[in-house]
C-alpha cells in the first residue's frame, strides 16, 4: 500500500456509580449522585499521565521533526464530548496540547456522537443527529474546525446510518472492514456508497489489532513487534490505502509504557517515511474512491468478534437498560438542564458494554474495560439507576404512570408520558403519529 | 591482463560477456530483452567485443531465425548429470550454436537430447525458466574452457535480471579457478524476488561448487562460501545473492535502486551501485513519416481524426481465448464491432495507455481517473494492451469503461509498427498509471515523438517525466502515487492545456485544476518540444552506453579490490 491512514479513539465515559443500588445516597448534586465522579477523575488523571500526555507529546514532536525533515506525518483524533469535558475539567494542560496539534493541520479531528452513544440503533435518529451536531459545534469551538469526516460510536454502520451521515453533510465515513459487509473486496481500498456519494474507509482491522491486542503478546509469532517491521506489513500489503483505527489508550494504557509501545508510536512515521508510505487524513481521500460498496440494513461494528451490534444490544439486559433509557428521552427533554445531561450520559455506549455476556476473548476484553466486576453487577447498578432516574423525572413533571409507545417498523420509536411531548413526536414523524392517532386518544382517556 | 602476484585481473573493458535471458532479434517478449539488444548493439558500436549468452529457446530451430542470426552448430558436446534432492541422476546434453546480430557475437545454448532439450528449446521464454538457467549455468564451464583455450577471456561479465545470476556466478568462479579475476556486473530491470533453496545453485544441480570466496561486506571484502552468502545473508533469494556475488550492481533509476533494491537488498549496496538508462530509438521525424505514410498527413490533429476513425477497419483479435470472451461479453459498450473491428470515435483529445494489463501498470487506476476526467470535458480513451491472464484485472477494467463509452480497449499485437508508432504521434497525452515501475520505457517512447506523459511519481517515470508544476521545461505531469483524483485532475489538465494550444482558446485555460500560472495558450506546443529534447538529452541508447562504461570502470576497480583482499 501507498498510503495509510493513521488515527484514534479518544473517549472517556462518565461512569455510573459502581454500588448506586447498594448504597443509596441522598447527593443534592444530580450528576454526583448517578455518576461516579471521584472514580472516573481518578481514571482520567492516570490515563492522561501514562498515555494522552506522553503520546500526544511525541505526536506533536514527530509532526515538527516531519516538518524540520520534509515528511508528512499526519493523524487523525475521533474525540468524544464527554472526553473534553472531562479535559476540561482534569486535563486542561492536555487539552491545551491537542489545540496545538491543531494548529499544526496535520492533524484531523473526526465527527462522532457527543456523548459516544449507540443512539444511532435507535429506530429514531432525532437524538442522534442532535448528539452529532452537539459534537460538531464542540469541535469547532475547541478545535476550530468543522468535522467533514464521521466516526460513527464503534464504527456502527448500516445502509441507514450511512444514508443519514451523508444527509448531516460528512463526505467520508470511517467504517469496520468486515468481510461480510465487504464481501471479497479489500478493505485497503476507499469506496463509494452505493446510491449516494460519501466515501466510505473500511477499517483493516487486522493491521489495527496487531498494535492494539496483540502488541505485548509474547506468544504471538511476531512479537516484538516493531515499526519497521510494521511498515513493512503495510508497504507490502496490497491494495491502495490502510486504515489503521485504534483506542488511543493503547498506547501506554492498555500496553503499558514498558512494553515500548510509545517508541513504536515515536518511530513508525519515520519508518512509513522510509518504507515510501505516505501519511494521509481522511478528509484527504474523498475523491480516492476505487469501486462502489452496497451496504444493506445488517449493522457492522469494530466490537469482538461478530463485528455487529450485539455487544450493546445483543442480551435481555442490555435490552432492558436500553428501552429504560428509551423511556427517560422525552421527560429528559421536557426537563432540560443537568437532566438532559445526565440523560445523555446514560445514551454512552460503555454503560451498554459492560453489560455483555459473551464467553472467551471477547468477554475478556469487556472485563478489562469494565467499571464493574461483572455483567451483572453492572446490570444491577446501571439498570437501577435508569429506574431511578426516570421515576424522579416523572415525579417531577407530574406524569402519569403510564406511557405510551410509538412504534415504526416494529421497532419502538418513541415513548411519551404524557400529552405534552405529543407535538414532538408530530414533528418528528407525522406520519408515524398518525398511524397512532386514534390510540393516542384512548391512552388520554 | 595485468599479473597481480599471481592473478591476472583486467587493465580495461574491452570484451563483455552479456548473460541474458531475452534479446531482442533473438527471442524476446519484454522490456528487458529490448535493454539487453540496444546496450549491446551500441556499446559494439563504441567497439566493445560483445558476446551474448543466452538459452536457444529453440530459435535455432526456425529457419528465418537461424539464417539471420546465421547460426551455426560449435561442434560443442558437454555432457553430464544433475542430482536432485531426491538423489536421483538426471543427465544432460548440451550444445552451443553461434551466430552473428549486428556484430554482437551469439552463443545460444541448446539442448542435444530429449531432457534438456524440451527445456533450452522450449519457445516460450519463460517456459520453466530455473532449468533453462541451471541447464546455461551446466554450459557455461565449457565456454570458460574455450575462451582461455582461443585467449578470448573477456574482461567484464554482465548478469541480467535474476535469471542468470547463477550462470554468471558459475562464469566468475571457473575464471577465478585459472586465476583470472573477472569483474561481474549485475542489472536488475525488475525485481523478480525469487527464493529458492541451495540445492539448485549448488554443485549438485547448477554446478556451483560451495568453495570460499571474497564478497564484498558492507565496508570490506569477506571470504565466505557461496552456501553461506546463499542461504544466510541472501536468505534464498537469487537477486540478494546475485547482489553480494557482483562487483557493481545497476538498476535502470535512480528512484528503483533507493526506494526499491534498497528496501530489498539493504541500504549496504549503496557504494557498489550504480544506474543505467534505458533508452529508445523513436525518434520524431520516424513518426512523422510513419504519419505520412499511412495518414498522408504529419498534422498531429489531422492524424488523431483520421485514426479516431480508422478504428472502423482496424482488426486486432486477442489470441488468448479468455482475454477475448471479456471483451467480446461487453462489446457494445467497448465499440467492437462483430467482425473484431472497432467504432469509430468522435474527434476529441486523446488519452493514450500502452502496456501490459497487469496490476503493475495500473490500468484500473486510469480507468477510474478517466472516469472522473468525463465528467469535466470531452476526451477519448485508447488502451492498446498486452493481455497477462490477469482475467479479474482486465474485467474490472471493462467494467469500469463500458459506463462512459468513449473508451476503446484494443488487445494484442500490431502487425504494423508504424501504426503503433502513429498511436502515439497522434495522442494528446500518454497516461502511465504504474504502481511501480524500475524504468518504463514507453514513456520515453512517448516523448520521443512529442507526446507528454502523465503518469505517477513513482519509479524510472519520476525520472524520465519533469513535472511542468516544477518548470517550463516540464514533459507532462506526475501525480501521487495510486491517487485516483490527482490523476484525474493531472490528466484533465493535460487535456486542457492541448485544447487551449489547438484552438487557441484561452478559456481552456480556466478549467485547469491544477495551479499552474499558465499565460501561453500554446504551452503544450512548448511541453511536446521539451519532451522531445529530453529524450535526445538523457535518453538515447548511446547515453546509455556511455552510463554502462562508467559502470564498468566502477566495476573492475572493486574486482581489482577484491583480487587484492587475499593477498
Sequence with gaps: ?445 | MKRVQSLFIPEEVKSIWFLSFEAQGVASIGGLGRAVYSLARELTKAGFRVHLIMPSHGRHLDGETASRLKLRDTGAVIRGTRRGLDGNFYPYSLGVEEGQMEGIRLLLIKGLDYQSGRFLDSWDVYNEPLEKASLVARAVPYLVQKAVDLSEIPDLIHVHDWHMVVPGTVAKQEFEDRRIVIPLVYSIHLLGKVRIPWHYASEDWSGLGNCKHYVWNVVKHRLLSYREIWDSLGEGYVEKFGAFECDLLSTVSRNYLTFDLYNFLGNWVENKSCVIYNGTDWTLGQAKSDAAEIFSTEDRREVRRKILSHLSSLRVIPKDYWSGHILWNSRGPLGIREDWTYEKLEDAPLILFAGRISYQKGPDLLARAFRRVLEKTKANLIMLGIPTGDYSLLQDVVNTLSESKKARIILGQFKDDRLYRSFFYAADVFAMPSRWEPFGITAIESMAVGTPVVGYYVGGIAESVKDLRGGMDGTGFLAYPESIEDLSEALLTAVKLAEADESGDRRHLLEIPYKLNVDDVHLWSRVRQNSVARVEMLFRWTSSARQAMECYGKALTMAKYRAVSSM
Design chain 1, 1 to 445: 500500500m501507498r498510503y495509510v491512514v493513521i488515527g484514534f479513539e479518544v473517549h472517556q465515559p462518565f461512569r455510573i456509580r459502581r454500588d448506586f443500588f447498594w448504597n443509596p445516597r441522598a447527593d443534592r448534586d444530580l450528576i454526583e449522585r448517578y455518576f461516579d465522579s471521584e472514580r472516573n477523575r481518578e481514571i482520567f488523571e492516570r490515563v492522561k499521565r501514562k498515555c494522552y500526555l506522553p503520546a500526544t507529546g511525541i505526536i506533536l514532536e514527530e509532526i515538527q521533526s516531519g516538518e524540520n525533515e520534509g515528511r508528512e506525518v499526519k493523524f487523525f483524533f475521533s474525540i468524544s464530548g464527554t472526553f473534553v469535558e472531562q479535559a476540561e475539567k482534569w486535563g486542561k494542560d492536555l487539552l491545551e496540547l491537542l489545540q496545538q496539534l491543531s494548529y499544526t493541520h496535520k492533524v484531523e479531528f473526526l465527527g462522532q456522537t457527543y456523548y459516544h452513544s449507540v443512539t444511532s440503533l435507535w429506530e429514531d435518529p432525532t437524538e442522534w443527529r442532535e448528539q452529532v451536531k452537539l459534537h460538531r459545534d464542540l469541535m469547532k469551538s475547541v478545535f476550530g474546525s468543522q468535522p467533514e469526516t464521521f466516526e460513527n460510536t464503534e464504527l456502527i454502520t448500516n445502509r441507514r446510518v450511512a444514508e443519514e451521515v451523508e444527509s448531516m453533510g460528512f463526505k467520508v465515513m470511517l467504517m469496520e472492514g468486515k468481510e461480510k459487509v465487504l464481501r471479497g473486496k479489500s478493505p485497503n481500498y476507499v469506496y463509494r456508497l452505493r446510491g449516494g456519494k460519501l466515501s466510505l474507509l473500511p477499517r483493516n482491522y487486522r493491521l489495527s489489532d496487531d498494535i492494539a491486542f496483540r502488541f505485548s503478546s509474547r506468544d504471538w509469532e511476531q512479537y516484538p513487534l516493531t515499526a519497521e517491521k510494521f511498515a513493512e506489513w503495510i508497504r507490502s500489503s496490497t491494495g491502495h490505502l490502510g486504515l489503521v483505527f485504534v483506542d488511543y489508550e493503547t498506547f501506554g494504557e492498555h500496553h503499558w509504557p514498558e512494553s515500548g509501545i510509545l517508541e513504536f508510536l515515536r518511530w513508525l512515521p519515520r519508518e512509513l517515511n522510509r518504507k515510501g508510505v505516505r501519511m494521509r487524513i481522511p478528509r484527504e481521500i474523498s475523491g480516492e474512491e476505487y469501486d462502489e460498496l452496497e451496504l444493506t440494513e445488517d449493522y457492522s461494528s469494530w466490537a469482538d468478534i461478530d463485528k455487529d451490534e450485539t455487544s450493546w444490544l445483543g442480551n435481555q439486559m442490555q435490552w432492558a437498560y436500553d428501552e429504560t433509557v428509551r423511556r427517560a428521552e422525552m421527560p429528559s427533554k421536557e426537563l432540560g438542564g443537568d437532566f438532559l445531561r445526565a440523560w445523555r450520559y446514560l445514551t454512552t455506549s460503555d454503560h451498554y458494554y459492560y453489560m455483555f455476556m459473551g464467553h472467551g476473548g471477547p468477554a475478556e476484553v469487556h472485563s478489562y474495560f469494565s467499571a464493574f466486576s461483572s455483567a451483572t453487577e453492572a446490570f444491577i447498578n446501571e439498570f437501577y439507576a435508569t429506574n431511578q432516574f426516570l421515576w424522579e423525572e416523572l415525579k417531577l413533571l407530574n406524569s402519569p404512570g403510564v406511557p405510551f409507545v410509538f412504534r415504526r417498523n416494529g421497532r419502538p420509536f418513541a415513548v411519551i408520558w404524557n400529552e405534552r411531548e405529543l407535538k414532538e413526536v408530530e414533528s418528528r414523524d407525522p406520519e408515524t403519529y398518525k398511524k397512532h392517532e386514534k390510540y393516542i386518544k384512548e391512552w388520554i382517556r
